[in-house]
């Protein structure tokens, strides 16, 4: 159990803000023992799954302003849980590591907690080569180089492939410019 102490009464009688009820409205307002998530160079999205009741997230350019309102500021209080999606993501090397020890210290829980596969790694730079096999690049090369629309050709072909899309930068060096057939050599 969580153990409330009160602060001394104001001086001023006309300013009543300690009394029970509204520290126990503030008490649960808050949440004691809530969830906090911080995110450093990742999307709000991963932390969706986690139920968490604040959401702390820094870019690289913010220079971890978000971390210090958490640490700093009243973000995190004791008996709550931060979770973060790598310990990495408090800092580099020695700094996370003393970071991580003075959120400790204030009571807070750290919880690391992996992400989906699918998350973790997205795929960076040009789309891979088409390897469709003859006849199915005929059926996708007939469709490059009819009349219909581009972005109807882009999504059969993505079907016709089994894949999630398929850009026209693919289209162009599988089937040649647009109207234009490619000559097999």
């Known amino acids: 159990m969580f153990c409330l102490q009160r602060k001394k009464k104001e001086t001023n009688p006309q300013r009543k803000i300690n009394t029970p009820i509204v520290e126990l409205f503030a008490l649960r307002s808050y949440g004691v023992g809530m969830i906090i998530a911080y995110l450093f160079n990742r999307p709000k999205a991963v932390a969706s799954d986690w139920d968490a009741g604040k959401v702390f997230i820094d870019a690289p350019g913010t220079m971890r302003l978000e971390r210090e309102d958490m640490i700093n500021n009243g973000g995190l209080r004791a008996g709550d849980t931060l979770v973060l999606a790598a310990m990495s993501d408090l800092g580099r090397g020695a700094e996370a590591r003393s970071l991580a020890g003075l959120i400790e210290r204030m009571g807070v829980t750290i919880e690391v907690r992996a992400l989906d596969a699918i998350r973790v ?61 490619k000559e097999d050599l």
């Open 121 to 181: 790694k997205k795929k960076s730079g040009r789309a891979a080569h088409m390897r469709p096999d003859p006849t199915q690049k005929r059926q996708i090369c007939a469709l490059w180089s009819s009349a219909i629309e581009q972005k109807h050709v882009l999504e059969r072909a993505a079907k016709i492939m089994g894949v999630d899309a398929v850009t026209r930068n693919q289209m162009n060096r599988l089937c040649g410019p647009r109207h234009k057939p």
